[in-house]
Nanobody, 126 residues
Framework: QVQLVESGGGLVQAGGSLRLSCAAS????????MGWFRQAPGKEREFVAA??????????WYADSVKDRFTISRDNAKITVYLQMNSLKPDDTAVYYC?????????????????WGQGTQVTVSS
């Protein structure tokens, strides 16, 4: 089992920044891909970003809507994944979820992730 705990959400004005953290514990060797998803009220959960690592190589993916504004990274020593969010827009308002899986075919497919955090609220005011 892997436990994921998100933090760092909050209220920010448009144009501002937030950094979300996802701390992993448990069988952390059971995942080599972690992703961020978000869900706004009345909308389906959508992919935001993902990071995979293997043999000292790291790969990242982003949704078009956040590319060039958000950056996903990881601190292997702390077993933590971060989502740096800059130039935030009101449309970014959502509950942000961290997810993890050992192997995955499509990083943007939420159904393929095995472990999920409880979510953290991000609200961007205009």
């Amino acid at each position: 089992q892997v436990q994921l705990v998100e933090s760092g959400g909050g209220l920010v004005q448009a144009g501002g920044s937030l950094r979300l953290s996802c701390a992993a514990s448990g069988r952390t060797s059971s995942r080599n891909t972690m992703g961020w998803f978000r869900q706004a009220p009345g909308k389906e959960r959508e992919f935001v970003a993902a990071i995979s690592w293997s043999n000292s190589r790291t790969f990242t993916w982003y949704a078009d809507s956040v590319k060039d504004r958000f950056t996903i990274s990881r601190d292997n020593a702390k077993i933590t994944v971060y989502l740096q969010m800059n130039s935030l827009k009101p449309d970014d308002t959502a509950v942000y979820y961290c997810a993890a899986v050992y192997t995955i075919a499509t990083v943007s497919n939420s159904d393929e992730y095995d472990y999920w955090g409880q979510g953290t609220q991000v609200t961007v005011s205009s």
